[in-house]
């Protein structure tokens, strides 16, 4: 299978806790984005990268999240002193050229408890 | 702000019948309008997308009504199928602004039998 692939799929930590998930983009896509998704919402943008260069953060990645993308392949997505309110499911999508065409891996379902 | 409003929310229709949802947008510098299907664990999968130079795009039983002066656009499932049964998701997205995709609030369709 040469989709999107993120893991793990689901993460239960406790609150305060770090978090940290992985995603593997289609190989040779050069854009890798990351989103989030509440139960019953739309998935809301988070970042993006074009290669190894994080070119975007939307206002809702507050000072506790970072992502990186090291060698411009996979990227991680990390929380620090997790709250309730991160509870969602945690996608990544990737794609080549300008980003047109994005395809969504499989998610990260993260529980704050 | 919301800037992609979908509706309706929920939607049942019989086997063999047409299922339609609806979509509006308020910036007009959005310039690729994709819909997306999710099933209830899964990500996100692309299903179809247009450009508002076309006012219609049609693959398979899918069709995409696109109105620019009116920023509205809507798709259309035909003959539909109990395995058309998922949430489906409007989108839109500026390629100058790194093609971050900004979804809907997603409807939720009931195909019965």
């Known amino acids: 299978d040469t989709g999107v692939s993120q893991d793990p799929r689901h993460k239960i930590t406790k609150r305060g806790q770090n978090v940290t998930f992985r995603c593997d983009p289609i190989?040779?896509?050069?854009?890798l984005y990351w989103y989030r998704q509440t139960l019953g919402q739309g998935p809301e943008f988070l970042t993006y990268?074009?290669?190894?260069?994080?070119?975007?953060k939307s206002r809702l990645l507050s000072d506790r999240f970072s992502a990186e993308r090291p060698k411009g392949s996979f990227s991680t997505l990390e929380i620090q002193r997790t709250e309730q309110g991160d509870s969602a499911m945690y996608l990544c999508?990737?794609?080549?050229?300008?980003?047109?065409?994005?395809?969504f891996g499989p998610g990260t379902r993260l529980t704050v408890t | 702000q919301q800037q992609v409003k979908q509706s309706p929310q929920s939607l049942i229709v019989q086997k063999g019948g047409i299922s339609i949802i609806n979509c509006a947008y308020e910036?007009?510098?959005?310039?690729?309008f994709p819909w997306y299907q999710q099933f209830p664990g899964k990500g996100p999968a692309l299903l179809i997308a247009?450009?508002?130079?076309?006012s219609e795009k049609k693959e398979g039983r899918f069709t995409i009504s696109f109105n620019k002066s009116a920023k509205q656009f809507s798709l259309h499932i035909m003959d539909s199928q109990p395995g058309d049964s998922a949430t489906y998701f409007c989108?839109?997205?500026?390629?100058?602004?790194?093609?971050?995709?900004?979804f809907g609030e997603g409807t939720q369709l009931t195909v019965n039998p």
């Open positions: 999508a990737s794609s080549s050229g300008q980003g047109v065409w994005q395809y």
């Open positions: 190989s040779e896509h050069n854009r």
């Open positions: 990268f074009q290669n190894e260069a994080q070119l975007e």
């Open positions: 910036n007009t510098a959005f310039d690729y």
């Open positions: 247009i450009r508002p130079d076309v």
């Open positions: 989108a839109a997205s500026r390629e100058t602004s790194g093609s971050r995709l900004t």
